[in-house]
């Protein structure tokens, strides 16, 4: 949506907000207009993170509008939702009133339920901002492979995914984050997509720090959709030039054992592993060439390598990716939903919204997310680093 409509959208909304809580506050506090005050400022900053890419600023007075223009998106987000639902209760408690004939305490219920929703949109994205702005914690997912080698048994990858490098998220989170998934010790390391949310020109000095990762066979990386908002093309030449491995609809053959000892071809192939990855399954809609495809992922993989895993961003790969003989399927995209209400809208669109799942033959694991995206705030779905080990069904 535009900027102006979305303004104009946002201010109406807050004006509704308003109408809703400063009345009713009034009743309680003559401090109501400090309420006021904080809808005025949010209506008036949210359009900044938008703005200030345009304008001709400096780089420390756009970052300061994005901060409070993109906090205030936060806040302004549950305190909405919360006064739609005050409204709801309200609604339920005169109708059932209404019905039974109860007396409701109407001069005390409607000023403190509008202090409850100031003050509960005002704790949620506090605890959300700090929920945010923490270092990932690790995750352990032991997925079970039926007919997993030996060889393959413990075989782990450290995900991460959705971090989102842009206005808020710069170089010194990335460090940390990649401080964490190294001290992991890894055999793999997969970046489900959506790093970045800029141009390679804006964002190359803080996306540098992922030049740093260390696993035995390497890091390798797909395409999210907010790649390709931001140049896709740049984006995985500038990837490739910091030693990370690119997969776009393709696959590598990881050797995870010494086989220098091994006697046959089934030795051989039972110490290998299927590392495939997809581009965005919206791919196709920026670059035709670019069309999402687990199938072609496989092309001239070895037939007698049958543990065969792979990285598409989108859990609505997964129908897919099973249907071509994959056995896990790592993802992420939904973020578990970020904060309350979007969890609920997430299985809209996608079918699965986080966390390790089945579908006919295949496992797919579907990341929170390492970061954030819009709003500094998470609140129910904290954000993670995924170590995902592979073991063997003892089904």
């Known amino acids: 949506?535009?900027?102006?409509?979305?303004?104009?959208?946002?201010?109406?909304?807050?004006?509704?907000?308003?109408?809703?809580?400063?009345?009713?506050?009034?009743?309680?506090?003559?401090?109501?207009?400090?309420?006021?005050?904080?809808?005025?400022?949010?209506?008036?900053?949210?359009?900044?993170?938008f703005v200030s890419r345009r304008a001709e600023r400096s780089a420390t007075a756009r970052q300061v509008l994005q901060w409070t223009g993109l906090i205030s998106m936060g806040w302004f987000s549950s305190t909405f939702v919360l006064t739609l639902v005050r409204d709801a209760g309200l609604l339920l408690a005169w109708a059932a009133a209404s019905v039974a004939g109860w007396a409701v305490p109407w001069q005390a219920v409607l000023p403190w339920s509008a202090l409850a929703v100031l003050a509960l949109a005002t704790a949620v994205s506090v605890v959300g901002f700090l929920n945010a702005r923490r270092t990932a914690g690790v995750k352990r997912v032991e997925v079970p492979i039926r007919g997993l080698p030996a060889a393959l048994e413990g075989f782990t990858i450290a995900q991460i995914s959705d971090?989102?490098?842009?206005?808020?998220?710069?170089?010194?989170?990335?460090?940390?984050?990649?401080?964490?998934?190294?001290?992991?010790?890894?055999?793999?390391?997969?970046?489900?997509?959506?790093?970045?949310?800029?141009?390679?020109?804006?964002?190359?000095?803080?996306?540098?720090?992922?030049?740093?990762?260390r696993a035995r066979h390497g890091t390798f990386v797909v395409t999210g959709n907010h790649e390709y908002y931001a140049g896709a093309h740049a984006w995985i030449d500038e990837l490739r030039r910091l030693g990370l491995t690119v997969l776009l609809n393709e696959h590598v053959v990881l050797q995870t054992r010494n086989v220098r000892g091994a006697q046959t071809d089934e030795e051989l192939f039972e110490s290998q592993l299927v590392l495939a990855g997809v581009t965005d399954f919206t791919a196709g809609h920026f670059d035709a060439a670019h069309a999402s495809d687990p199938q072609l992922a496989l092309f001239d993989a070895p037939p007698l390598v049958h543990t065969r895993v792979l990285l598409a961003h989108q859990p609505r790969s997964a129908p897919s990716a099973a249907l071509a003989g994959y056995q896990l399927q790592l993802s992420g995209h939904t973020h578990g939903g970020q904060f309350f209400p979007w969890n609920l809208f997430v299985p809209m669109q996608q079918p699965f919204t986080a966390g390790l799942h089945r579908l006919h033959d295949m496992w797919i694991y579907v990341s929170r997310g390492t970061g954030y995206w819009g709003p500094p705030k998470r609140f129910g779905a904290p954000s993670e680093i995924t170590l995902v080990t592979l073991i063997a069904a003892r089904d």
């Open 163 to 213: 971090i989102h490098v842009g206005p808020t998220i710069r170089s010194g989170y990335i460090q940390r984050i990649v401080d964490t998934v190294n001290r992991l010790g890894a055999d793999a390391i997969a970046i489900t997509g959506d790093l970045v949310d800029g141009t390679v020109a804006e964002l190359r000095e803080h996306i540098a720090p992922l030049a740093g990762l």
């Open 1 to 49: 949506m535009p900027i102006r409509p979305l303004s104009v959208l946002t201010a109406l909304l807050h004006v509704y907000i308003a109408l809703r809580l400063l009345p009713a506050l009034a009743m309680l506090t003559p401090a109501w207009p400090l309420a006021l005050a904080a809808l005025a400022v949010s209506a008036a900053t949210i359009p900044l993170p």
